[in-house]
Structure formats: C-alpha cells, structure tokens
C-alpha cells in the first residue's frame, strides 16, 4: 500500500518579517507548517557573512518549535548592486560570492534547497545580446552548483514571469540552463504564479510533463494573482494531487506577495486551505495519486512559437474557466457529509 502524500509545508518567512525571528518560527508552528524558508533579506544586510553562532541560533530557535528550515529563496536582494547576467565582470563576481557563500548558510541553517529568483539582479540591459547574457548566468550558475554539491543542497533556477524579467521565464528556458551547467546540485523549480502567468499548459499538466525529468526540486505556492493560495481564482487540489500522483518528495512553500488584510492572515489562511485539500486527496477513493479533478489552474493562451521537445531524461493572457477539483463540484466531493 503506498504512503499518503503528506509533503512538509512551509512558510516564505518575509510574509512575517515585520516580527522577531523567533516570534515568526511561533506563529508559523502555532497555525500549522512543518518549517520556513527563509529569504536572507530578512536576516541583515549582509546575510551571506552571518557569523557561525548567529547561524546556529537561527536553526536551534526554529528547531525548538518543531520547524525545520528548508531552505532560502530570494537570494540576492541585499548586498546591493548584483546581478548575474551584468556585463561587468567585477559586478558578477562579487555576485558569485554572495552566492557561494548563501550555499553555505543554507546548509549551515539545514536547509536543502536554495531558489534563485531575484527578477531584478538578472535583468537585461538595453541592446545586450540574450545569449551572451545566457553565457554570463551560465558561469555564476555553475559557480553555485559546485558549491553545492560539496554542501550537500539543491540550487534551483527558478523560472519567472515575464513582468519580472525578461530572462528565464519557463521552465524550458530554465530547464536549458539547468542542462548547460550540467550539474546534479543545479536543478529547477515551479512557483505556481509565475508558471500561471508565464507557461503555454496548465500547471497539473506542466507537473506531468516536468516532474518525469527529474529536473523539478522545488515547489511554490501562491495564486496567480500574487496573493496566497486559495486566495484567487487558481485552484489547487490538481497541482497537489499531481505532485502526489509522480511521487515528488521535496518541500512545499507558500510565498504570497500581496497579503491582506496582513502576513499573518494570509499564512493563516494558506496552511488550512492546504491541509484541507490534502485530508481530501488523501480521504479520495486511491488516495491522492489516484484522485480525480481538472487538470487545470488556469491556462494563459499559448505563447508565440512552438514548444521545444523534451529528451526523456529527464504572457500574460486569458484565462479558461475554472471548475472545482471534485467531480461534480464541491458538493459531490468525497470525504465525510456532516
């Protein structure tokens, strides 16, 4: 009999950052997640040079409240002025160090994974050549990855919307980087708003075509509308149960950017939506591999020009309609009928 999909859950820690370490570790524990991820930001100004003791009170306070950090994201916020793709040399190898070093807090802090999103420090400047920028990510990146294969973590290129940035935008794109650099610890991710405004299928149909390859370490939630999940149009009972359906293993963060009323309604709301959805798939006839719904969060029309092929080893548009996960709605969904 296989295991129920119980993945960990965990909270994007800058949705709290307006309170102490310690009292974000509380109350992501006292409403329900298995642990932070935790975007470096959030620690100091220099993040990348916390000192050893710093780093290990971090751990011990999440630890103590039963959370395990998972990993970081939002990787380059602060030092200012880094970017991956500058055409000045000095300016990426000042980012390369940044990088290697968050490698190293990462593990330091018990994390396994680190999400390199950072919109605005891979950015493009004006008239430069894409694929000489291409090249240029492509040595920080590598840079990282080996960094993490002697750290033990996971770096993930995370594909973005094109209103972020105009470089990596689906998970082709960051799948060809992924494969350029040709390292184990180098691997991508999905962010459900990202690939809501930026990918051709929808996400449970991305996750069957993607999570095949391998390639796909990492997985954030939010709603295409940049709120949590459950907070839009987007539902989510597909991805889930298409995450569940190919075995993945990996950690689930939520990461909202628009909170309301504030961050901690918003952590709230998302962690009982989801363990919500989960008790459903679980409680479904074959459990959550098996459950039955649309494969749909939303489809933007298709982008221009055709889909590259997948080996097997591994814009902005319209929306369809949505339907509830369940087969006949919400009112025939299995579970118990109070």
């Known amino acids: 009999m296989e295991s129920a999909f119980r ?37 100091g100004d220099e993040p990348h040079r916390l000192p050893a003791a710093d780093r290990t009170a971090l751990r011990r306070t999440a630890e103590a409240q039963g959370l395990a950090i998972v990993g970081l994201h939002w990787l380059l916020v602060t030092p200012p002025g880094l970017s991956i793709t500058s055409p000045d040399r000095a300016v990426r190898e000042r980012t390369v160090d940044v990088m290697r070093r968050l490698v190293g807090l990462c593990a330091d802090l018990g994390g396994r994974v680190l ?12 008239g430069d050549d894409p694929e000489a920028a291409f090249a240029r990510a492509r040595e920080c990146f590598a840079a ?81 509308n940049r709120r949590g999940p459950g907070e839009g149009r987007d539902r989510f009972a597909p991805v889930l149960a298409a995450l569940a359906r190919h075995g993945y293993r990996g950690a689930i963060s939520v990461e909202p950017f628009d909170y309301r009323p504030d961050g901690a309604a918003t952590a709230a709301r998302a962690i009982g939506y989801i363990r919500g959805i989960l008790e459903t798939l679980e409680a479904a006839p074959g459990g959550a591999a098996e459950a039955s719904g649309p494969r749909s969060v939303g489809a933007p029309q298709a982008r221009r020009g055709a889909e590259r092929g997948l080996a097997p080893r591994g814009a902005e548009a319209g929306r369809e309609p949505l339907t509830e996960a369940a087969p006949g709605g919400a009112a025939e969904a299995s579970g118990p009928r109070w």
Do not use: K
């Open 144 to 224: 990282a990855a080996r960094e993490a294969e002697q750290a033990g973590v996971t770096y993930c290129v995370e594909p973005l919307a094109p209103a972020e940035t105009p470089f990596l935008n689906t998970l082709d794109e960051a799948a060809r980087m992924v494969e350029a650099v040709g390292s184990p610890a180098l691997r991508t991710m999905v962010d459900t708003s990202a690939a809501g405004r930026a990918e051709a299928l929808p996400l449970p149909a991305l996750l069957d075509r993607w999570l095949p390859t391998g390639l796909v370490a990492h997985v954030q939630l939010n709603d295409t």
């Open 115 to 126: 999400v390199h999103g950072s919109p605005a420090q891979r950015r493009l400047e004006p």
């Open 7 to 43: 993945p960990p859950i965990a909270l994007c820690n800058e949705v709290l950052r307006d309170r102490p370490f310690a009292a974000q570790c509380a109350f992501a524990a006292a409403v329900g997640y298995d642990g932070l991820e935790v975007a470096p930001f959030t620690l």
